[in-house]
């Protein structure tokens, strides 16, 4: 019976476990904090009793076990082989291609809304399976048809306005820009489901009031939910000897957001008074900004882009490293500084978004710099790289904060509590839809 049906029990019982579809338009596994939080968020529900049944377009995650993973393929134009390519003519197979072949044609980014509808076709006949739908910052416009049948809530991890604004900003020529502003059209349907949808769950009070300001979201439907770091995988691992001058990060994608220019400037000013070399967790595109600074700055020899590791790996790559690194422009929350964190890695990071509300204070579980500033971010790193005593300090208390506040489970639990809310607010409709069709009816027959 349908969780949405006058007669189905209350799914929204504090102990009752609940049936949820998850919905993750692209879930990378190891890179990008949208495979992250699906691989790691659907593992702690489980662990809590709840039954989960994930929808991915590619790339698919890596999922726990007990988990079943039904896929919905896209075109896949964006893959990591051919990025950009064009399908031939028989892979179109259904509407959902057509419509995203033709999105994607005119210069815009096409999967959000694909997805959706490909979400929307498979779960119309299966809501009598699903008490809520749970979307992982897809936002196209099928999620609204959705949750016309099965109630549903949205992550939203940072508005995507934000990403728009940095690389309009970095834009060289009009040209340039004009391709960017097509190629970001989808945000501006994303605003107008998120406007719509019954409840947002938001990583940080910045991007609560970013995507109140930039999507026009009311306050009242957003609510704060820190995402995680598994404690006993990201971890200290005193067996490992640090290698001096060795730097870390992650660049889950080669844009403007991320700020990895900065870092590579700073490190090139550094490399002039010590020896340094840099570990990038993420992948450079070739050609791409990253790989001709790296070249300007002749760092081809002192840089690595490690891409496709297990967990386990990148917890030893933090274990190997004297300080981590996260030189956004803006974060929403920042995986990868709660993860540095959480290893015991010292970290320096810029006060970029959400980055002092999730690191803590400066001097203390952090050193912070400028955001978009390389002298200042040399600045923190040449401090942090002089003290050992004061790494051992800010490493030993960023994980004490990791392990107090951000942990998955802690995030189930809390995005639990939303789940049932949001359910007891669609059978709150639900009765008052009734009783006002009651009162109709006595109305009539007077």
Same mark, same amino acid.
């Given at each position: ?37 699906t691989?790691h968020?659907? +593992? ?10 994930? $929808? ?29 390519? $064009? ?6 197979k ?6 995203e072949?033709?999105? $994607?044609?005119t ?37 609204l ?61 910045n ?5 109140h ?16 770091v598994?404690?006993?995988? $990201? ?7 640090r ?12 844009v403007?957001?991320?700020?990895? +220019?900065?870092l ?23 050609g ?15 840089v690595?882009?490690?891409?496709g ?14 300080? !981590?690194?996260?030189p956004?422009?803006?974060?929403g ?5 709660v993860?540095?964190m ?11 978004? !959400? ?14 710099? +400028? ?6 971010l040399?600045? !923190? ?35 639990? +509590?939303?789940y ?17 069709g ?9």
């Open positions: 019976m349908s969780a949405n049906s006058p007669t189905s029990p209350p799914a929204s019982s504090e102990d009752e476990p609940l049936r949820l579809a998850y919905l993750s338009y692209r879930s990378k596994p190891t890179v990008g904090g949208q495979g992250i939080y691989r968020l659907t +593992k702690a529900l489980v662990d809590l009793g709840h039954s989960v049944e994930v $929808f991915s377009g590619q790339p698919y995650p890596v999922l726990d076990e007990r988990i079943k993973l039904t896929k919905l393929p896209s075109l896949d134009i964006f893959n990591d082989q051919y990025p950009g390519r $064009f399908p031939a003519y028989w892979e179109i259904s509407k959902a291609d057509i419509l072949l033709a999105t $994607f044609s210069g815009q980014f096409p999967e959000p809304l694909a997805f959706s509808y490909r979400a929307l076709r498979a779960l119309k006949g299966r809501t009598s399976e699903f008490d809520l739908v749970h979307d992982n910052q897809c936002l196209g416009y099928g999620i048809g959705i949750d016309k049948l099965i109630p549903t809530l949205v992550t939203l991890h940072h508005p995507i306005t934000v990403d728009r604004r940095l690389e309009m900003e970095a834009a060289p020529n009009w040209r340039k820009r004009l391709s960017i502003g097509r190629w970001y059209g989808f945000v501006k349907m994303q605003g107008r489901v998120a406007q719509r949808m019954p409840r947002i769950l938001v990583v940080s009070d991007s609560i009031q970013d995507i300001t930039d999507m026009g979201v009311d306050l009242d439907r957003m609510r704060l939910v820190h995402v995680g598994d404690p006993d995988l $990201f971890k200290p691992m005193p067996e490992v000897q290698i001096p001058g060795r730097l870390i990060t992650t660049a889950s994608a080669d403007e957001l991320k700020g990895l +220019k900065f590579l400037e700073a490190m090139a000013k550094l490399r002039t008074e010590r020896e340094v070399t840099l570990t990038v967790i993420g992948r450079a595109k070739p791409g900004p990253s790989a001709k600074m790296i070249e300007r700055l002749d760092l081809a020899e002192h690595t882009f490690v891409t590791v297990p967990d386990e790996r990148i917890v030893e790559l933090y274990a190997e490293s004297e300080v !981590a690194v996260v956004s422009l803006y974060e929350f920042s995986l990868p500084a993860e540095a959480g290893s015991g890695t010292p970290l320096v990071a810029s006060d970029g978004g !959400a980055l002092p509300e999730v690191t803590g204070v400066d001097g203390e579980t952090v050193l912070r710099c +400028k955001a978009g500033d390389a002298d200042d040399k600045r !923190a790193l040449t401090i942090a790289l002089d003290d050992p005593e004061l790494r051992a300090r800010i490493g030993a208390a960023g994980r004490d904060r990791v392990s107090e506040l951000y942990t998955w489970r802690q995030t189930a639990i809390n995005t639990v +509590k939303q049932r809310e949001v359910i007891a607010l669609r059978e709150q409709k639900l009765r008052r839809n009734q009783a006002a009651r009162d109709h009816q006595d109305g009539d027959s007077c």
